[in-house]
């Protein structure tokens, strides 16, 4: 998930309390700490611990975990505001199925859809402030280039919600297609787009109106996408055909399709700062892979732990943090050697990583 896409400022109305949403009372998502918080200025990584209902929080400068937030049930896609100060987190009330999980034995587990929404983390008193409602098991979002709006991706309903911050009501409910999951704003700000794991598809959304502007067919189940800073890219992993689509993000076309190593299972997606790198989280591969820009083509590869799901990286893209879910761990990995630094133990089944300056 992008790191330059993850920092829009929400506005100062969703900061006070009574501004919609659910107000948490006090104490709740106390850290398990109460020192180490990194000083002001340097960028902090929040990991969502989906498995332990907590999130991680490690100061970049020292590769070492700072504090523990405990936010909800089943926090997975994460967000940070641009000035540091608040963290979003999609919280799921539905039970968490494995694959190899049968559908029929997933229904019978108890659902508690009063824990769905997006909690809000205030980072100096690290607690969960408010919860925004963000439809039927939400898992990624973005927030609108004005801060005023959250895209969700609502996989076992189908649709995506669209939900005014300050209100903290639901603006729409738009049917996007089957599963859907990433969900990231295009550089514009004018449209969204949302991949549809049944579907193979993306569905690119209006962010003003909420409609569907069109569908682009990727490959087989889509995961997460990253844009190019000048919107005229964008790269879709597609897990079970171990592939990036390329598509052109203005004219909405498939441009080509890269091949990822033997066993590759692309989840997250992130580009470097200077545009140069698709750097892409393999998952059941157990490794990252960096893909020229200018050629299109895979130039190195680094294993990182098991099943990496969610990315970040710095915003000097020196280094990348990957959230590596069985082994409730935080892999460092240098992007200059691609050369693995650290590794951070986490809470249980890290899978989201977002990056922000701590206020």
């Not at 098991?306 to 990995?333: C, Q």
Request: aromatic share 4%.
């Amino acid at each position: 998930m992008r790191n330059d896409l993850i920092r829009w400022l929400a506005p100062a109305a969703l900061l006070l309390p009574g501004c919609g949403g659910e107000d948490r009372p006090p104490g709740s998502g106390d850290a398990a700490a109460d020192s180490g918080v990194a000083p002001a200025g340097r960028e902090l990584a929040y990991v969502t611990n989906e498995g332990s209902g907590e999130v991680t929080i490690i100061d970049t400068s020292t590769d070492s975990a700072v504090a523990t937030i405990t936010v909800g049930t089943r926090p997975r896609g994460v967000r940070v505001t641009d000035d540091g100060r608040h963290v979003f987190v999609a919280l799921s009330g539905s039970p968490r199925c494995p694959p190899t999980m049968p559908d029929e034995e997933c229904e019978k587990l108890e659902v508690d859809k009063s824990k769905d929404g997006i909690g809000m983390i205030d980072v100096a008193s690290r607690k969960v402030v408010k919860v925004l409602p963000g439809g039927s098991d939400p898992e990624a979002f973005d927030i609108s280039k004005d801060g005023t709006r959250l895209f969700v991706s609502n996989e076992d309903s189908h649709v995506a919600t669209l939900v005014d911050i300050a209100s903290g009501k639901v603006i729409a409910t738009v049917p996007v297609g089957r599963e859907p999951e990433g969900v990231e704003l295009h550089p514009s700000g004018e449209t969204v787009w949302v991949t549809g794991e049944t579907d193979h598809d993306v569905t690119v959304l209006d962010t003003d109106s909420g409609k569907v502007v069109t569908k682009i067919k990727v490959g087989r189940r889509p995961r997460d996408l990253a844009f190019t800073d000048d919107g005229s890219r964008a790269y879709v992993t597609a897990e079970v055909d171990g592939t990036v689509a390329v598509v052109d993000a203005r004219n909405h076309k498939l441009l080509e399709t890269i091949k990822l190593p033997e066993g590759a299972r692309p989840m997250g997606v992130e580009i470097s700062p200077d545009g140069r790198r698709i750097y892409v989280a393999n998952g059941r591969g157990g490794s990252v892979s960096v893909i020229d820009a200018a050629t299109d083509s895979v130039v190195a590869s680094v294993e990182v732990g098991v099943r990496p799901w969610g990315i970040a990286l710095t915003s000097d893209g020196r280094k990348l943090y990957s959230a590596n879910g069985p082994s409730s761990d935080v892999t460092v990995v240098d992007t200059e050697s691609m050369r693995v630094l650290k590794k951070i133990p986490a809470g249980e089944l890290p899978w989201g990583v977002a990056i922000g300056q701590a206020p």
